[in-house]
């Protein structure tokens, strides 16, 4: 092992299974950098340095190359000319119609205290709008754009390997993007036939994008963005809607010489039974206890070799919790996972953690990182 490594080169090691000098820390804070900048809370110090100069600062990595960097996401929607739309604002609310020959669908979205947009109104309220959904993706265009991939590459530079996440799965883009959870289970229910049409559609204007991924031979590392916890399905949608579209879309990754890990957070014990056999090399944010519903020697047990991607509860990052327990944590992880470990936030430092004391429980796992021994 050479005597110096950057954290690019440990990070992109640990998914080839190479040994690396010590426990490699990523624990995404630019959320919660974003918001007390915005806010007005963050020290001057590191309101001069920047995100990208506040993670070198600390001695931490950098994941995702557009994650509130302001670089752009190298998956880009592009819309066919059919498709015409239309927009109204207000200081607090924003409307979005895209028009289709079967008829309108609408997403709303109100601005909020914290001083952004948040979707409220779904554009798909029911099974009538799964059509108009259906010619909507078969005229949009998803494609892989390589200079905005180096552009943010160039950003982070030696601070991570450069990653990004991929679009969702046809089920949690329902779930999550295009309808409430609801709308979809009572769809489901009634007229399984057409939400199944509809997800085939989604996977196939996914088609271009990985291939694109694929040929580029520039991405080393990718995330699948599902956010996948308890409530947004059983065990059975799981088997039967998710695990084969991520043996598809994982294995053609993996046979281009592409790693992924997907984004698990929340409540999963119900899940804990697949996790060793998905297709993926890491698991992104698995929360245990006492943030989520699963103990860390639970996570231990049931993930087989794959690769933990967080794993401290972000509560610990903020009172009450103490700096003790953040630290008997963090040590519980390393000896459980370490080599395998890129360790992280499971999800992300909270928004509202009191700048000083979050910036110093980051830098104490950093120097814990740094210094560890096996």
């Known amino acids: 092992m050479p005597d110096t490594l950057t954290l690019r080169e440990m990070n992109l090691r640990i998914f080839r299974g190479e040994p690396i000098p010590h426990v490699f820390f990523q624990p995404r804070f630019e959320p919660w950098y974003d918001w007390q900048q915005r806010f007005g809370s963050l020290p001057e110090k ?27 996401h190298p998956v880009i929607h592009t819309l066919a000319p059919e498709v015409k739309t239309r927009e109204r604002y207000t200081p607090t609310e924003r409307t979005k119609v895209y028009e289709t ?12 205290v914290d001083e952004t947009w948040r979707e409220v109104g779904f554009p798909v309220k029911g099974p009538d709008d799964l059509k108009k959904l259906r010619w909507l ?44 959870l609801k709308d979809l289970i009572y769809a489901l229910a009634d007229c399984p036939d057409e939400v199944e049409a509809t997800m085939q559609v989604i996977d196939d204007y996914q088609d271009r994008l990985y291939e694109e991924l694929c040929a580029s031979g520039k991405v080393k590392i990718v995330n699948f963005g599902e956010n996948i916890h308890d409530h947004l399905l059983s065990p059975r949608y799981f088997e ?3 695990i084969p579209w991520y043996e598809k879309r994982a294995g053609q990754l993996r046979r ?49 070799d794959k690769i933990l991607v967080d794993g401290i509860p972000a509560i610990y990052f903020m009172a009450p919790y103490s700096r003790e327990e953040l630290m008997e944590c963090t040590e519980k992880l390393v000896k459980l996972f370490h080599p395998r470990l890129v360790l992280g936030v499971s999800d992300e430092v909270p928004e509202g953690a009191e700048p000083v004391e979050a910036l110093e429980r980051i830098r104490m796992v950093a120097e814990y990182c740094r210094n560890y021994t096996a």
């Open 256 to 304: 281009a010489g592409i790693y992924s890990h997907m984004h698990l957070d929340g409540y999963f014990h119900t899940l804990l039974k697949y996790l060793r056999h998905l297709p993926f090399d890491g698991i992104e944010a698995l929360t245990p206890t006492p943030q989520g519903d699963v103990s860390v020697e639970e996570m231990r047990e049931h993930m087989g």
């Open 101 to 112: 020959p079967y008829g309108d669908l609408v997403e709303e979205s109100k601005y909020t």
């Open 137 to 180: 993706l078969q005229h949009t265009t998803l494609s892989f754009s390589e200079d905005y991939f180096e552009t943010g590459d160039r950003y982070m530079g030696d601070l991570g390997e450069p990653q990004f996440y991929l679009p969702k799965s046809p089920y949690q883009a329902l779930a999550q993007s295009w309808m409430k």
């Open 240 to 242: 039967r809607y998710l």
């Open 46 to 72: 590191y309101r001069a340095l920047g995100l990208r100069g506040t993670y070198a600062d600390v001695g931490a990595s950098m994941r995702y190359v557009d994650y509130y960097t302001e670089m752009p």
